[in-house]
Structure formats: structure tokens, C-alpha cells
């Protein structure tokens, strides 16, 4: 099986049944026009936290009818991280939706040791592309969580990104590790942490998943570019994960290929006990609509 499209996301989101989603201080209009247009799709319910009143003017303001949504009134931006969390904890949602507060806050409730959705160490970015000038869907990461990820974070970024895929029906995902060149130079970081990642891999310390680098980006993504440079590999040119060596790499290429790469992408953060839907608000209403649904479409 092979993910082709973005659409995709919607397709299945919409075959299963229709997942709750807690929005943390839900007061955000890009927010609610992105949950009002999942609704209409029937992907999610949403149980909306935050200031019952801007939440009404808001809604509104964007013809989205709330009836029979519920609300949590609380307008103190941190406890409504707190009980957007705990509407997970209590499995009255299965989603859980950033609004109008910063990342650290949710973060914070996220990753409380004990009323938190603490699953491992390390929590990342996912976004999912469609470009028009690859084959299939493929992603990147960490571009919003970890600045400087050592060994150890990248191995958990990695298995963050090949869950994501396990729980969209892909068993074996293929993962490239980007350095800014295909061989190991011990004075490049990047490409040291790619030949110890692709050894666990060959030594069944990473699972699931088939890791090779370090590669350049046009190693990773053109066969051509693997041929021209002698480089037998599974992996390249037929990536389905890129996994960049910082969040400013990882950053510069997600809106890169957003803003001028003509791609479509969905992003969601792995790593706790259910998806996070953390959108930026440069992100068009499509990306947020297509991050909800890959939220939703995960077994």
C-alpha cells in the first residue's frame, strides 16, 4: 500500500466513525473555521474549551452553528489546556486541538507526569507532503518540537514518524536521514547520526521500518540522483520519511515546500498517548482541515 494523496486523509477520516476532538482555548477564529469545515466532512465532534462568549461572537462572525456542540467555559488559557487534557484522560475526546494559546502552555498540560498524555520521551512534528513533483506522500520532521535533537531524539523522532504511518496501514516504511551529504564525515554531525541510525536499524534496534543514510535531499528523493552517484540503496528515491538533521533544516523545508514547492501538507505531533493537531497560523485552512483528518484517519 502506498499513500498517494492528501485526500486520502479525508477518505478515510470520513470511513470511520466520527472522533471527538478537545480544543484547547477554542477562541481562535482560523481554529473554528477549521473545525467547523471537519465537521461538515463528519471527520470530528468537538467539545470546544475555552471563553464560552468569544467563542459565540467567533462563531458567529463564521456562520458555524453551535448547537449541540458542547463547551467548557474557562478563560484562563492554561486550565483550559488542563481540561481539554483531562477530557482525553476521561476518553470524552480521542483528539486533542492547540487554539489560541502558545505550544509551551498545551505542552505543558500535554506532558504532565501525572495528569498529562506522556507516552515516551519525545514528542515531534509530523507533516505529511503531496508534491507535484514526487510520487507519493511523503514526510518531514521535526520542524516545530526539537531544536537540536541528539542521537537519542532523533531515534524517537524517527519511530514517532514510522508509528504515524503503522497507524495509517503502511507496515514498512521507508526512512532516509538528511545531512547535507551522503557520506560520514566525523566533523558533520548530522552524518554521524545517520550511520549509527541506519546500524540500530540493521540490527533490529529500529523496528518496523527500512533506514538508510546519511543522503543528501536529492539522494532521498531522486533515483537518478542515487544512479549518478553510485549509491545502491532501497531507499533512496523512494522515500516515505525524511528525517532532518534540526528544526531549522526540518523548518526552512516544510515551508519551502508549502509556500513555494507547490505542496500540500498535513501535520499532526506523535508521541503522546493520542494525535495533537498544532497548527500554525500561516497555515491555510486546507492544511488544517487535512491535519484534523489525518488526526482522525489513525487506527
Not at 70 to 76: A, G, Q, Y
Not at 205 to 233: M, R, Y
Request: glycine share 6%.
Amino acid at each position: 500500500m502506498t499513500l498517494k494523496s492528501i485526500e486520502v486523509f479525508i477518505e478515510r477520516a470520513k470511513a470511520r466513525k466520527t472522533r471527538k476532538i478537545a480544543v484547547a482555548v477554542a477562541e481562535d477564529k482560523p481554529v473554528l473555521e477549521a473545525v467547523k469545515a471537519a465537521m461538515k466532512e463528519g471527520i470530528v465532534i468537538p467539545i470546544l474549551v475555552g471563553d464560552e462568549k468569544q467563542i459565540r461572537e467567533i462563531a458567529k462572525d463564521i456562520n458555524f452553528s453551535l448547537d449541540g456542540i458542547e463547551i467548557v467555559n474557562e478563560k484562563n488559557p492554561a486550565v483550559s489546556c488542563k481540561k481539554a487534557v483531562a477530557l482525553i484522560k476521561e476518553n470524552k475526546a480521542e483528539i486533542l486541538m492547540k487554539g489560541l494559546v502558545g505550544t509551551a502552555d498545551l505542552l505543558r498540560a500535554v506532558l504532565n507526569k501525572e495528569n498529562g498524555l506522556r507516552k515516551g520521551s519525545t514528542i515531534s512534528h509530523i507533516a505529511f507532503f503531496e508534491s507535484p513533483y514526487y510520487h507519493k506522500l511523503f514526510v518531514v520532521t521535526d520542524a516545530a518540537m526539537n531544536v537540536a535533537p541528539e542521537l537519542k531524539e532523533k531515534k524517537a523522532i524517527l519511530e514517532n514518524a514510522v508509528e504515524a504511518y503503522h497507524r495509517l496501514g503502511i507496515e514498512n516504511p521507508k526512512v532516509s536521514i538528511i545531512a547535507a551529504v551522503e557520506t560520514i564525515n566525523e566533523k558533520m554531525e548530522a552524518t554521524v547520526h545517520a550511520g549509527m541510525l541506519t546500524m540500530m536499524n540493521k540490527r533490529g534496534q529500529i523496528k518496523g521500518c527500512l533506514v538508510d543514510g546519511p543522503f543528501a535531499i536529492d539522494n532521498a528523493i531522486s533515483a537518478e540522483a542515487c544512479h549518478h552517484k553510485k549509491i545502491e540503496t532501497e531507499v533512496g528515491g523512494d522515500s516515505d520519511i525524511l528525517v532532518l538533521p534540526d528544526i531549522e533544516a526540518a523548518n526552512v523545508l516544510y515551508k519551502t515546500l508549502n509556500f513555494l514547492g507547490g505542496a500540500q501538507s498535513a501535520a499532526v505531533i506523535m508521541g503522546a498517548s493520542v494525535p495533537i493537531v498544532l497548527t500554525s497560523r500561516a497555515d491555510s485552512e486546507k492544511t488544517k482541515l487535512n491535519s484534523i483528518a489525518l488526526s482522525a484517519a489513525m487506527d
